[in-house]
């Protein structure tokens, strides 16, 4: 299953200059979700999107310029748990406290702001 994993993780989308792919990363809000596409925000990703209803991101890159496995450890650096590996607990650990994915959701006392919501 190792093996698996490694070539999900590190083969692109067939083409030259543009390629797309999509993954899962763990998340449950608008907040995350702004936080997910600001980490792939670098060059050569041209387009992110991330749902909260699949948990899965979309993604448009050169793939002369990045490589699937460098845009998992971005968003495992902004503390977001991939389907190719963990944020560390130091990462997870700055996100904010409703952002918590790894935690039972708490409903009692939880106050909204802008771009979050949760189900």
């Known amino acids: 299953m190792g093996v698996l994993l490694f070539v999900l993780c590190t083969l692109p989308a067939l083409g030259q200059n543009r390629a797309e792919t999509q993954f899962t990363v763990q998340g449950v809000c608008g907040m995350c979700k702004e936080r997910i596409e600001t980490a792939l925000d670098v060059k050569g ?31 495992q650096n902004a503390g977001h748990d991939t389907d190719c590996g963990k944020a560390s607990d130091e990462a997870y650990a700055k996100v904010h406290g409703c952002c918590k994915y790894r935690e039972e959701p708490e409903h009692d006392g939880h106050g909204s702001h802008d771009g979050h919501g949760h189900h």
């Open 45 to 75: 990703v041209i387009r992110a999107e991330w749902s909260e209803e699949t948990h899965k991101v979309f993604v448009v890159y050169n793939p002369k310029k990045i490589e699937i496995a460098e845009m998992h450890r971005l968003v």
